[in-house]
């Protein structure tokens, strides 16, 4: 049989998406995991690390790029700071820390992500406050507004497209990278495909990347409609005229 078909014989099998034992099981200290033969277990674990992954991204990100953006200081430093993260190479980020203390598996992977999901985030953060008109800043400063009453209410506002396309891309970067978990240790989608290649097994390979390449398409059209609908309106009117 060809890979294709292998492939679909994967996706239409029931048993494929449930597994034999159902999503959940046990470790041997009564903690909860993933199974490791259902599609739709490894799914959740893949959203789950990649959640886990932009939060952590954005709990430092998000504030640093507004302060930053709000003050038009530290551009050359936000610039270096993303560089250096888009530099480190994710697989050996994961190798290294699942050789520390840190150790295999999903905390490894987390981690790694985190730090590839680190600039985009803070990238757009800091120039979308950045960029806010110079003259919408003075008007609001010369009708009494303090320098937090601004940023919140004016160049946050008009920041929002920005920050949201961060995000999004944020998201869907780590999404696609978390694959790289199954090589040590790690959960998520990756597993189908490492597993898939190392018995030879080429049609399930096939499937675990159209799962990836599918499960990044939805959620970045998802997050498409959500950048739009947290565009302030006029911005939104602005965009499809220019477009």
Known sequence: MSTVGDAWDYLTDPVSWTGENGLFGTNFDGSLRFQRDSILALTLEHLYM???AVGIAAAIALPLGL???HLRR??????????????????????????????FGNRAVIIAAAIFAFPP????????????????????FGQGMTRRQVALHVELPLAVPLIAAGLRTSV???IATVPLAALVG???????????LATQRYGEALAGGILVAALCLGIDFGLSRLQRRVTPAPLRSRATVAA
């Open 121 to 140: 985030i803070l990238t757009n953060a800091f120039t979308g406050m950045a960029g806010v008109d110079a003259d919408v800043r003075d008007a609001a």
């Open 186 to 196: 790690g959960g998520g989608l990756g597993v189908i495909i490492v597993t898939a």
């Open 74 to 103: 530290g551009g050359g430093v936000t610039t270096v700071i993303a560089n250096v993260s888009r530099a480190m190479p994710t697989l050996a980020l994961l190798t290294l820390f699942a050789a520390s203390a840190i150790g």
């Open 172 to 174: 869907t970067q780590t």
């Open 50 to 52: 990649s959640a886990a």
């Open 67 to 69: 302060w930053l953006g």
